[in-house]
């Protein structure tokens, strides 16, 4: 009787601790394994909604973004940008946003994110790459139009 009371009180210890592990959270703290559109959905939540949490692990090392203004293209590097996105965090933009998947094949993807202001609106064409490391985004190019 005591053999099967300690297998018995084996078992629920096992089960509980098994239990307790399946809901315990997992750190979710890099975007290594991620796939294209978690990592578009990160640049989204950073770039719109002040969620800056994993902005360095999604930005390629050779990332840039440029600005359609006028006849000029005005450019921002990686150092930059994550520190614009980090003084913004909290921040969430007034905008309608619309993400577009436009193609993905062999490592390489692009996007267009359409953000829809009062007077204008802004559109991002986002060029992801992978490597080693996961999906970045490498380029933003953003075009600015009046309503």
């Known amino acids: 009787m005591m053999k099967s009371l ?3 009180f084996a078992i629920v210890g096992l089960v509980i ?10 750190p979710t703290n890099s975007l290594n394994r991620a796939n294209v559109s978690v990592v578009l959905d990160a640049y989204v939540n950073s770039s719109v909604y002040g969620q800056s949490e994993f902005v360095q692990e999604f930005i390629s090392e050779d990332f840039v973004q440029r600005f359609q203004t006028g006849n000029k293209q005005a450019s921002v590097k990686k150092s930059a940008y994550i520190k614009h ?32 202001f009062n007077d204008f609106i802004r559109t991002d064409y986002v060029q992801l790459t992978t490597d080693a490391g996961g999906w970045k985004v490498r380029e933003v190019n953003s075009v600015f139009q009046n309503k």
């Open 6 to 8: 300690i297998k018995v």
């Open 17 to 26: 601790t098994t239990s307790a592990l399946s809901f315990a959270k997992v």
């Open 85 to 116: 996105l980090k003084s913004l965090t909290g921040v969430k933009y007034n905008c309608k946003t619309a993400v577009e998947l436009m193609e993905e094949a062999n490592g390489f993807s692009i996007a267009k994110v359409t953000l829809t």
